[in-house]
């Protein structure tokens, strides 16, 4: 009795290494992509990789970080002039290989411009599928501003919507990030300093406004 249930035991292990090796060999993979966040919601699983196949084909590595890019140093490495991309799907862009995403060709037409001169163009993505413009302020708060970035580019397109409950698609979105995003506007629009220089600027508009234009200045001011 016990023997039959050794054979098909045997069987089975075999039938499923074939069908793992024809899988491998077709280029089959359903990696897990993403995982969830407290205050984020979801991000990219650290360590991810595999053939991503919808709406494209790409083989596609996620770094250690937890980013849809190559490996990069925290700490920003001397005569390096670093740019942090931040965004969604199209930031991500999992549909093409790395080398294909507009990011990835930053370095190379920026200097091809001239741009930074001397320096060696590094740039970092940040973008996450799905992100809204407050998911995308979060992670440049509590990621991307550790690396030290010269200059942070922001793609987005519909993701200012996905802030309201009432418009968003996506019903398992933290409204912790809105909620944030809106208290960190008020932050800024209410900062005394910053409504200090706006009220001096307006008064200084006005008084320039209630000059008499004198006529008899040549145009660099001494009298004529």
Same mark, same amino acid.
């Given at each position: 009795?016990?023997?039959?249930?050794?054979?098909?035991?045997?069987?089975?292990?075999?039938?499923?290494?074939?069908?793992?090796?024809?899988?491998?060999?077709?280029?089959?993979s359903s990696p897990v992509w993403y995982q969830s966040d407290?205050?984020?919601?979801?991000?990219?699983?650290?360590?991810?990789?595999g053939w991503y196949n919808r709406e494209g084909r790409a083989?596609?590595?996620?770094?250690?970080?937890?980013?849809?890019?190559?490996e990069h140093a925290l700490q920003k490495p001397a005569g390096?002039?670093?740019?942090?991309?931040?965004?969604?799907?199209? !930031?991500? %862009?999992?549909?093409?290989?790395?080398?294909?995403?507009?990011? &990835?060709?930053? /370095?190379? *037409?920026? #200097?091809?411009?001239?741009?930074?001169?001397?320096?060696?163009?590094?740039?970092?993505?940040?973008?996450?599928?799905?992100?809204?413009?407050?998911?995308?302020?979060?992670?440049?708060?509590?990621?991307?501003?550790?690396?030290?970035?010269?200059?942070?580019?922001?793609?987005?397109?519909?993701?200012?919507?996905?802030?309201?409950?009432?418009?968003?698609?996506?019903?398992?979105?933290?409204? !912790?990030? %809105?909620?944030?995003?809106?208290?960190?506007?008020?932050?800024? &629009?209410?900062? /005394?300093? *910053?409504? #200090?220089?706006?009220?001096?600027?307006?008064?200084?508009?006005?008084?320039?406004?209630?000059?008499?234009?004198?006529?008899?200045?040549?145009?660099?001011?001494?009298?004529?």
């Amino acid at each position: 009795m016990r023997k039959p249930i050794v054979l098909v035991g045997v069987a089975a292990v075999i039938a499923l290494a074939g069908l793992e090796l024809f899988l491998r060999a077709t280029g089959f993979s359903s990696p897990v992509w993403y995982q969830s966040d407290p205050v984020l919601g979801w991000t990219l699983r650290p360590g991810a990789s595999g053939w991503y196949n919808r709406e494209g084909r790409a083989l596609v590595q996620v770094n250690s970080a937890g980013q849809r890019d190559r490996e990069h140093a925290l700490q920003k490495p001397a005569g390096v002039y670093r740019i942090a991309v931040l965004g969604d799907a199209y !930031a991500e %862009a999992m549909q093409v290989p790395m080398e294909s995403t507009y990011w &990835a060709q930053l /370095p190379g *037409l920026l #200097g091809s411009c001239g741009f930074q001169q001397g320096k060696r163009i590094e740039v970092l993505n940040f973008g996450v599928r799905d992100y809204g413009t407050a998911q995308i302020y979060l992670t440049l708060e509590r990621t991307a501003i550790r690396y030290a970035p010269d200059l942070v580019l922001l793609q987005f397109d519909h993701d200012v919507r996905d802030n309201s409950p009432a418009l968003d698609p996506i019903r398992d979105r933290p409204a !912790a990030g %809105a909620q944030h995003l809106v208290e960190c506007a008020v932050h800024v &629009a209410l900062s /005394p300093s *910053l409504r #200090g220089e706006s009220v001096q600027r307006r008064q200084s508009a006005r008084r320039d406004a209630r000059k008499p234009a004198d006529a008899s200045l040549e145009p660099g001011g001494e009298p004529l």
